[in-house]
C-alpha cells in the first residue's frame, strides 16, 4: 500500500479482507478475546507477543483504522483515541511528564491550551508559548535542559496560521527532542508532516476525517523516524527499563518504528482507558474512504467565499490562507500546494456585537462549536470555544474578539455566498 498515491490509500489503506472475508472492515464488538491456554495469555500481558485481549487496550477493528490513518500519513505505528484531546495528551505525556518542559506555539486550539496550561500545568509539566512566526533564534532561545517535545498545528484552529514546520522540526532535532503536530485541519490529504521533518502527528479525527459529525475520535501517529536510544538521557520512559512489564526497554524491544506507540498503548491506554469504540472506528473509516473527494470541495468553496468576503465592505478583514495577498499564502503553497482546509476566519465591522447579529441571520450555516464537516457551520469563538482565555492569551491565540469562524462545508459555493450576502444585509 504504501507506494499508492493518497487518494487510493484514503480507500484502501489499512485492510486488505482474504478469500471470503467481509469487504467492509468488519467491527468487532468484543470486550474481550478467547485464548486456548494461560501461557498464551501470559506472553501477551508481557509484551512477548502480539494479539488481543482487551479492548480498552486494543481492538481490532480500531487497529484496522488506525493502520490506514498510518499509511495516509507515512508513518510506522499508529494507535486511534477516544477523543483528540486524548490524542495530543498522551502524546505529550509519552515522554513528557512531572518536571519537563515542553515549547508549543501560542496559535493551537482552545481546548490544547487549555489542556498545556492548565491541566498538565497541575501535573507538573511546563509550557512556552511562542508565537508561530517567532525568529529562529527566539526559537532556539526557548529551549531548557529539560525541554521534551516541540508542539504545534499544520493550520491552527481558528487562528487559521500556518506553521513553518521545517524552522521548528530543525530547532527540535538541534535540541535532540521530537516535533508533534497536530494536522487536523489539513489532513494527510493536503499535509505529511513527517515528510517536512515532524516525528509525531495527531489528529482530532472528529473533523474532517469523520466529516459527518458522527463520532468523536482522535488518532497518533509515528513517524519511525526519531531515534529515542541517541537521546536516551531525555527520555528515560522510553530508554530505561519499564517495571511495570518485567523490565521492557521499549525503545530496545520495539525500535525506533515501534517504541512510542507500544508505550503509549501499554501504559497511557492502560492506565487512562481514553479507548475509542469499535463502533466509532467503523464510522471514521467510512469517512476516510471519501476523504480525499471531499477535502477538495472543501477548500475550492472556502476559497470562493474567502473572495466574496474579502470584497465584502462590512467585512473589515479575511484571514485564508490560500487566499492571494494573505499573510501565510507562501507557507501554505509551499507546505500545502493543493489546497489547505475549508475554514475561513474573518471580522465583521462593528465587533463581537455585529459578528453575533450577522451569525443569527445565517440560513445555512448553523452556529456550532462543530467545524470542519460535511455541513456549513460556524461560531464566534470569543464567546464559545475561547471564552477561559483572557484578552491578552486571546491575543496570543490569535482568536480577536470579532472573529468569525466560517467553516464551508461541501454544499455548494454560490448557495454558501447568497447565504453571507443576506446575512451581511441585515447588520
Ligand atoms: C477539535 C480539535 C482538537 C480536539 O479534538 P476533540 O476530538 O474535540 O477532542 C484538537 N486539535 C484541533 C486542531 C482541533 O480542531
Known amino acids: 500500500m504504501s507506494n499508492y498515491k493518497i487518494e487510493t490509500k484514503c480507500v484502501q489503506g489499512g485492510y486488505t479482507p482474504g478469500n471470503g472475508e467481509p469487504r467492509q472492515v468488519p467491527i468487532i464488538q468484543s470486550t474481550t478475546f478467547h485464548y486456548d491456554s494461560s501461557e498464551d495469555m501470559a506472553k501477551l500481558f508481557d509484551l512477548e507477543a502480539s494479539g488481543y485481549f482487551y479492548s480498552r487496550l486494543q481492538n481490532p477493528t480500531c487497529d484496522t483504522v488506525a493502520a490506514k490513518i498510518c499509511e495516509m500519513e507515512g508513518g510506522s505505528a499508529a494507535m ?117 521533518g515532524a516525528d509525531i502527528v495527531t489528529h482530532s479525527t472528529t473533523k474532517y476525517m469523520d466529516g459527518h459529525g458522527g463520532a468523536v475520535g482522535g488518532c497518533i501517529v509515528d513517524s519511525g523516524k526519531f531515534d529515542w536510544m541517541a537521546n536516551k538521557e531525555k527520555f528515560p520512559g522510553l530508554c530505561t527499563p519499564d517495571d511495570s512489564y518485567h523490565g521492557i526497554v521499549y525503545a530496545e524491544k520495539f525500535g525506533m518504528g515501534g517504541a512510542f506507540i507500544t508505550k503509549a498503548t501499554a501504559q497511557l491506554m492502560r492506565d487512562f482507558g481514553s479507548t475509542p469504540a469499535p463502533q466509532s472506528a467503523f464510522l471514521l473509516n467510512l469517512g476516510l474512504e471519501s476523504l480525499h473527494v471531499r477535502m477538495e470541495r472543501h477548500c475550492a468553496n472556502a476559497l470562493a467565499v474567502a473572495k466574496f468576503l474579502k470584497s465584502h465592505e462590512k467585512v473589515s478583514w479575511v484571514t485564508y490562507a490560500d487566499l492571494e495577498g494573505d499573510k501565510y499564502y507562501e507557507l501554505a503553497k509551499k507546505y500545502m500546494p493543493n489546497g489547505t482546509c475549508g475554514v475561513v476566519s474573518f471580522g465583521v465591522k462593528g465587533g463581537r456585537a455585529a459578528a453575533e447579529k450577522f451569525m443569527k441571520h445565517l440560513k445555512i450555516a448553523a452556529i456550532e462549536t462543530h467545524v470542519a464537516d460535511a455541513r456549513t457551520c460556524c461560531l464566534h469563538p470569543a464567546s464559545a470555544t475561547h471564552r477561559q482565555m483572557n484578552d491578552e492569551e486571546l491575543l496570543a491565540a490569535g482568536v480577536s474578539g470579532d472573529l468569525v469562524r466560517y467553516s464551508c462545508g461541501i454544499e455548494n459555493a454560490e448557495d454558501l455566498i447568497a447565504d453571507l450576502a443576506q446575512a451581511l444585509e441585515q447588520v
Not at 113 to 133: H, I, Q, Y
Not at 134 to 162: D, R, S, W, Y
Not at 164 to 180: R, Y
Request: charged share 15%; proline share 5%; hydrophobic share 45%.
Open 80 to 196: 486511534l483515541t477516544s477523543s483528540g484531546q486524548a490524542a495530543n495528551f498522551y502524546a505529550i505525556f509519552n515522554i513528557a511528564t512531572c518536571g519537563d518542559h515542553v515549547i508549543s506555539s501560542s496559535t493551537i486550539y482552545g481546548g490544547t491550551f487549555n489542556l498545556f496550561a492548565v491541566t498538565m500545568k497541575k501535573m507538573g509539566v511546563e509550557f512556552t508559548f511562542l508565537s508561530p512566526d517567532c525568529t529562529e533564534e527566539e526559537l532556539m532561545a526557548a529551549f531548557k535542559p529539560n525541554t521534551k517535545a516541540v508542539f504545534g498545528e499544520t493550520i491552527a484552529n481558528p487562528a487559521l496560521t500556518v506553521l513553518d514546520i521545517e524552522k521548528f522540526a530543525k530547532a527540535a532535532h538541534a535540541h535532540g527532542v521530537p516535533l508533534i503536530i497536530d494536522n487536523t485541519f489539513a489532513t494527510p490529504v493536503n499535509c505529511r508532516p513527517f515528510e517536512w
